[in-house]
């Protein structure tokens, strides 16, 4: 609900914020993991701090505006992640004792409690993978390469084998970059720089989104569109992110449709439920199987 005589004011893209943190944490640790440019079996105490705020706290924080703003996958990947970040910096951190228990046993059973470890984190990671599979390049890329690292460090460390560890960081390292990519596509824009970067949607959602164009430049489109907006405002509620309407094109006599061209803030539910009214009442099939999901995007996330 929004109180009478307030507006509401959207939230800002987390996902930035999100991918930042977790490339500067990840990038750290790879190096020390992998041993590159700097001696093997180095302490990785020096990622405690970017572990516990930017990789830890931020990430949090990101995933919190994420469930702010409607974006369900979003809020969890980055909150797991940042939860992630932060177990892993207690494990280095005197205080919680947890590096001294381990200190107290065996190599072996040492290397399969963090095998263990990582393997929780390798079957987290594939469920996002699959979730992402209908979202971008970015995401998806991102969320192989981290699988890949998960799967190596796990059995790096409970093999106790050097070379997968090392393998690992490696891995790391190139996951780090498609992280800091993806903070670029959404920075580095036509506002902000001179072009947009590439991140092209996956096979399956690109289709989604062609299958809905039917729907989105009819009149019922438009005019079931803006009845919920009237109904939403009428209410006081926002049922997801904040929208605004660019007026439409003048009428085509030629075919009868109209131009919509929604705003970059707006309300992609309301969109998506807008297009299966609109494609039902107007008889465009191919739109009717598409939810929300296919026009949200994880770099919304």
């Known amino acids: 609900m929004v109180p009478q005589g307030h507006s509401w004011r959207p939230f800002s893209n987390p996902a930035p914020l999100g991918n930042s943190g977790f490339a500067v944490a990840t990038f750290v640790s ?19 701090g970017l572990a516990l705020f930017y990789g830890g706290i931020a990430q949090v924080l990101a995933g919190a505006w994420s469930f702010a703003s409607n974006s369900a996958f ?23 004792g947890i590096s001294d228990a381990l200190d107290t046993v065996s190599g072996a059973v040492r290397a399969q409690s963090l095998g263990i470890f990582y393997l929780v984190w390798t079957i987290q990671t594939f469920i996002f993978l699959l979730g992402s599979s209908r979202s971008n390049w970015g995401t998806f890329t991102l969320l192989l390469f981290l699988f890949t690292e998960n799967i190596l460090t796990c059995i790096g460390n409970w093999s106790q084998n050097e070379s997968v560890i090392h393998a690992s960081g490696y891995v790391g390292m190139f996951t780090s970059f498609v992280a800091w990519y993806n903070v670029a596509v959404d920075m580095l824009t036509k506002e902000t720089f001179y072009c947009d970067l590439p991140n092209p949607e996956l096979g399956v959602r ?16 438009h005019d ?27 009428h085509s006599a030629a075919n009868n449709t109209v131009t919509f ?41």
Request: aromatic content about 10%; glycine content about 10%.
């Open 206 to 221: 690109a289709a989604g989104l062609e299958a809905l164009k039917p729907a989105m430049h009819t009149p019922l489109f």
């Open 224 to 250: 079931v569109f803006q009845q919920q907006h009237t109904s939403s405002k009428l209410d006081g509620q926002t049922p997801g992110n904040h929208f605004d309407f660019v007026p439409p094109l003048p």
């Open 74 to 96: 979003g809020a969890i990947v980055f909150t797991s992640y940042g939860c992630y970040w932060m177990s892993y910096a207690a494990i280095l951190i005197p205080g919680f």
């Open 30 to 48: 790879a190096l020390h993991t992998g041993a590159i440019g700097i001696t093997s079996g180095a302490p990785p105490n020096i990622v405690v």
């Open 261 to 301: 061209a929604p705003s970059p803030s707006n309300n992609y539910e309301g969109m998506a439920t807008a297009v299966h009214e609109a494609s039902v009442r107007g008889g465009c099939a191919r739109s009717q199987s598409i939810s929300h999901h296919d026009i949200t995007t994880f770099g919304n996330v």
